[in-house]
């Protein structure tokens, strides 16, 4: 393993674990229902994963992470909570970290694939993301490990193991299957599109992904109506589907008649139609961080017209099942607009493909190459830094402190045993320790009397009300709120005011 590729996982891994270390507790939103539903498990012998009403039927739905992280506190003795902090990111960053630049390696060499594997660490958004050990990011290094395997001779072993992949995928999280099932079949159809334009395209660069592609299908179908179905919180209804029909139509019809650069063009309108489409049903909070997000991804995928034909169709295939997703979830399908953000993750690979073509020409395209994943270093450091400063207005509330956690699951769950109201947030936290209804917190915010305490942070005061990635309504300052309200409990971090 070369020395660059050493510097670049160190680099990823210390800025992944840089928010638990300074706050002292687990980061995001997310993790925490994994968390309890790991001591739940391991609670009791006689429970098993697919209890639902004892795991609440969602997460246990796809195991592969729940199951992990009980079997390392099984093994060690340690809690489960030290897994989902430090060795699940560990794990999946190292994982994904040597996937990408194996990858990368067998496509452009050492010193461009070290480039291309810091490309996609380095993306803001992917880094918070990955910053704790959750369902999606457990999958990331599955779904690198399928692709790797497609570059090998196809053959019976191959199979096998493209099958048994497939279906620790499949249990790990319904998104990202989906994606790479839908990334696989759009570079074949890519590829027949060439075809019939009188592009000469070796067959070995089709054939070796076709038995995978189908075994991954039938295995993720499989298992999606037999088990996982029951837990996806969306029921389609016949206009859902027939929607998505006409989405998906318009972006591979665009992609048929006009084809080349102007085609690379499509998330972008589709990011942009969907922020209008979405605007008329959530708050959606406009900030100038937004641009510490978007220009690192903006500024490797201004490289994609300059890519050679078959990077282009590898690039061009996950520019197609992001933009249908994109605009699938914010025109058609509303409910799912607050995972778009998921959805846009995956353009990361594709800037990793970008930056690494480029990197191994000439001296000006990787100097190009060079500064895009500078920009793109430094604005992750600073969306990070100020992510866990809680001055970030778009990540603020993934940060938990240790007054926050400490005042809520041990102070506040005595004060207030009849439930509380608060934001998504707290409503992550405490959900399996308190009844917590996010919407009558709101009401508190807006003067209004909500009949029960409602748990208040200094994010809530200093940003805003989260309800949703898409949903933040702006906070008010303290004295207001105690204006007219009974202070029940306060720490400096948390209060629970009635």
């Not at 993301?129 to 692709?147: D, W």
């Not at 060079?370 to 990540?395: E, F, K, Q, R, Y």
């Not at 399996?432 to 748990?455: E, Q």
């Amino acid at each position: 393993m070369s020395s660059r590729v050493i510097l670049v996982l160190l680099a990823a891994i210390l800025i992944r674990l840089y928010p638990t270390l300074v706050t002292g507790q687990p980061f995001s939103t997310d993790v925490w229902p994994l968390i309890r539903l790991c001591e739940i498990l391991l609670s009791n012998p006689n429970y098993r994963i697919w209890d639902h009403e004892v795991l609440g039927g969602y997460h246990n739905r796809w195991p592969a992470v729940l199951l992990e992280g009980s079997l390392y506190v099984r093994v060690t003795g340690l809690r489960a909570e030290e897994f989902f902090r430090y060795v699940g990111v560990l794990a999946t960053t190292t994982a994904t970290t040597l996937a990408i630049y194996s990858l990368a390696k067998r496509l452009w060499g050492s010193s461009a694939a070290a480039l291309s594997t810091l490309a996609a660490a380095s993306v803001p958004s992917l880094a918070i993301f990955t910053s704790a050990t959750l369902k999606e990011v457990y999958a990331y290094p599955l779904a690198l490990a399928i692709l790797l395997l497609l570059t090998r001779q196809p053959g019976s072993r191959e199979l096998v193991v493209a099958v048994l992949l497939s279906l620790t995928l499949s249990t790990s999280h319904p998104l990202t299957p989906l994606v790479l099932i839908a990334s696989l079949a759009s570079y074949t159809y890519i590829t027949f599109v060439k075809l019939a334009r009188g592009t000469r395209i070796p067959s070995s660069s089709v054939r070796p992904l076709l038995k995978p592609l189908v075994a991954l299908s039938l295995v993720y179908v499989l298992y999606t109506a037999l088990y996982s179905a029951g837990g996806i919180p969306y029921r389609l209804s016949l206009e859902d589907y027939v929607g998505l029909v006409l989405v998906a139509t318009a972006v591979y019809g665009w992609y048929t008649l006009v084809g080349g650069p102007v085609a690379k063009s499509l998330p972008l309108i589709a990011l942009a139609v969907g922020a209008i489409s979405a605007s008329t049903s959530y708050r959606i909070l406009v900030d100038p961080w937004l641009y510490a997000y978007v220009a690192p991804l903006a500024l490797s995928l201004l490289l994609l017209p300059r890519l050679s034909p078959s990077e282009s169709r590898l690039a061009t295939s996950a520019l197609l099942t992001v933009s249908v997703g994109t605009l699938y979830a914010t025109t058609v399908l509303l409910a799912l607009a607050t995972v778009v953000h998921r959805i846009l993750n995956y353009l990361s690979f594709t800037a990793a493909v970008a930056v690494g073509s480029l990197a191994s020409r000439t001296r000006a395209f990787k100097t190009y190459a060079v500064v895009a994943v500078a920009t793109s270093l430094a604005c992750c450091v600073a969306v990070v830094l100020s992510t866990v400063a809680g001055v970030n207005p778009i990540t603020y509330y993934w940060v938990y402190s240790t007054g926050e956690v400490v005042g809520v699951l041990e102070h506040i769950a005595r004060l207030a045993t009849g439930g509380i109201c608060g934001d998504a947030k707290v409503e992550y936290l405490a959900s399996y320790v308190l009844d917590v209804d996010t919407a009558c917190g709101l009401k508190l915010l807006k003067g209004s009397d909500t009949g029960r305490p409602t748990v208040v942070y200094v994010g809530n005061l200093r940003v805003g009300y989260v309800l949703s990635p898409l949903d933040i309504h702006r906070g008010v300052s303290l004295g207001t709120l105690l204006g007219s309200r009974s202070l029940l409990y306060s720490n400096g971090d948390v209060y629970l005011v009635r």
